[in-house]
């Protein structure tokens, strides 16, 4: 997910090269969103449509993994914007089962502090060298029927992955 809208986030090149490596993996496919104008924010509450992706128009809610790039601060409000849209909860410790694990990267990264509660998960470094082996952690896991718990344990055992449910 791109926290804006599509003219802003189409010309950003690591969305499209993290959409690239995870692509290249057996069994997985990446996906699209980025934010609507406010309008159009409006339009889709209005007839009860949540947020959803660019190339098959599914929900963001039911993919296993959301990320969200983090690209600069003023995207703070609209990450919790998307995050609303998608009828994600705001709250990573809110966040059950069903929900899917919400991992942040993108240069804001570097102080995860501020982001703490929205994120399951915050990359901190260059997400393409570590996103292939994210991706096959929560692949895996799945498949074996691991909780979310399990998931995130592993994930904060990856060098550079921020896992703040495990730190006061």
């Known amino acids: 997910v791109y926290p804006d809208?599509?003219?802003l986030g189409q010309a950003n090149q690591a969305v499209r090269i993290l959409c690239n490596a995870v692509d290249r993996k057996d069994d997985m496919a990446a996906e699209r969103s980025f934010l609507p104008?406010?309008?159009f924010c409006d339009v889709l509450r209005a007839h009860?449509?949540?947020l959803f992706s660019l190339e098959s128009c599914a929900p963001v809610?039911?993919?296993?993994v959301v990320g969200i790039t983090l690209s600069h601060e003023?995207?703070?409000?609209?990450?919790?914007?998307?995050?609303?849209?998608?009828?994600?909860?705001l709250h990573a410790d809110k966040r059950n089962e069903e929900d899917p694990l919400v991992i942040a990267g993108g240069p804001c990264t570097y102080n995860p502090e501020p982001f703490y509660r929205f994120f399951d998960v915050i990359s901190i470094g260059e997400g393409e060298e570590s996103i292939g082996e994210i991706m096959d952690v929560c692949y895996d896991m799945k498949q074996k029927g691991s909780s979310r718990l399990e998931i995130l344990r592993a994930l904060s055992q990856i060098p550079g992955q921020y896992v703040p449910a495990f730190y006061h």
């Open 48 to 50: 009860d449509i949540p």
């Open 37 to 39: 104008a406010p309008d």
């Open 61 to 64: 809610n039911e993919f296993d």
């Open 5 to 7: 809208t599509y003219e």
């Open 74 to 89: 003023l995207a703070a409000t609209t990450i919790l914007e998307a995050l609303d849209l998608a009828g994600i909860p």
